[in-house]
């Protein structure tokens, strides 16, 4: 009877009617085995994390000002520099006296995702109207656009921003003001005195984020320039208790979508404006909980010593969870860290690391326990697909598991157990964990390349002897075997 079984379960799972009793019969009880692993200093090329490159691009009256993105320099930023992001800073000059955004503008920007996808990089996405004229402070008018014509452009971006989502990090909320920075504005506060933005002003600023949120999927998030600007837009205190907390936290509300963005990062003690509260601690500390869930990021702006070096620097991008900064601004402040900036290349973001893995297999099931540990200095702020991978010489498994990297916090170490079932087919199994991007995980091939979508986008473990650079699988060096 044994004899008949064992012949009849390769064939019956074949053609997928294997029962759960015939294939606890089929698997040969193993004992747990566990095993201990090290961590390297490697700067690994993981997506939206890192230090990223400026990379802004005009039209104007005429349609002239387009520099589109090229595709080798993008994929040398991933490959020979381990950055994966840019900031791709579309600016919409021609646009801000005529409702309509051009087709061929559309054509353009949805040729920048194609060429992005081909790199294997993707993109924080901000758009604005205007850069500063002559002098300081910029003269006026500032040459930005009102409420009513921002939000019909938005609705006309909306398509290009879902179908490309699979290539954006982050959308910074840009359209107000010079830079997209919401200060120096025409139409959303006093133009004569900045300082001054009235009721009517801040429920235009609001519209502006509604339509982005509403543009983008779900699970895509915004970062707007200061804390208090999603304070008041969204009636929250400032201080910790005005932060996301975890059961709020990627509920899909307008809050839990909103981040921040820091363009001049350690320049004084309010960073030009950045902190607004009394004392200025208490906007710090609502960011350093806001951001356990969404992203912040921004680029340094000036020397200023002793805050802008490194010591202070790192402590507070720690406290601040950044994910992201520009590695070509501020020159001066960046080059002040000397080696340490390797340390930022390490740290910005997430980096997860296995300690300890149990493997066991009995009856038909395999139990998988993990230890990971976050040592970046912030989580993921968009969703990943947790896979187990069965791999032999001949087949592959792949098994969903319940897991949120999202929550696997800075600093902290995770808990995984799963129990799944194992590979219908007879033979010795390599596990592997495959923590994917959820809009990328595939075998496919990179166009005009030899490298694979999931090896590109899913996420490196910081660990030795672990990764298949062919397939973006992390290997836990444990094996199972179905008989």
Known sequence: MRRLVTRLVPALAAIGLLLPTQA???????????VTYTTNDEVIANQERGFYHHAETHYYADN?????????????????????????LFYLEKFAKQDTIDKHYLDLMQADFNTARAAGVKMIVRFAYALPGAGWPPPTPYGDAPVSRVVK?????????????????????????????????????????PSQVSDQNWADRKAVIDALLQALPKDKMVQVRTPYMKQRMYGLPTGTAGGLTAD???????????????????????????????PIELDKDFVAQDTNYVPEGGETCGVNPPRSEWPSASAEMARLHFSFLNIEYHPDVLASWGSNIEIAKQKLGYRFALTQSTVSA????????????????AAPYNPRQVQLIFQS???????????DPRRW?????????WTV??????????????????????????????ETYNAVYAVRLANNSTWQPTTGYNDLQQTVTVG
Request: aromatic share 8%; glycine share 10%; with cysteine.
């Open 393 to 403: 010489d001949k087949h592959t498994y792949k098994v969903g598991v319940p897991a």
């Open 248 to 278: 709020q936290a990627y509920d899909g509300s307008a809050v839990a979508r909103i981040g921040q963005h820091n363009d001049c990062f350690l320049a004084s003690p309010d960073d030009y404006g950045t902190y607004l509260s009394d």
């Open 153 to 193: 452009q938005i609705k006309q971006l909306a398509p290009i921003l879902r179908a490309n989502s699979d290539m954006i990090a982050v959308v910074q909320s840009g359209f107000v003001g010079l830079w997209g920075e919401g200060y120096y504005t025409d139409y959303f506060s006093n133009p004569a005195d």
């Open 409 to 417: 916090g800075a600093g902290t170490t995770t808990d995984l157990n």
């Open 64 to 88: 002239s000002g387009y520099v589109p993105l090229d595709v080798t320099k993008l994929r040398n930023f991933r490959t020979q520099e381990h950055i994966t992001q840019i900031l791709r």
């Open 421 to 450: 079932p194992a590979p219908p087919v007879p033979g010795k199994y390599k596990v592997l964990l495959n923590i994917a991007d959820p809009k990328l995980h595939s075998q496919a091939k990179l166009p005009g390349s030899t």
């Open 24 to 34: 606890a019969l089929a698997h040969e009880a193993a004992p747990g085995t566990t």
């Open 362 to 377: 009995q009856r038909g099931r395999v139990n998988v326990d993990l230890k990971i540990r976050n040592d970046g200095w």
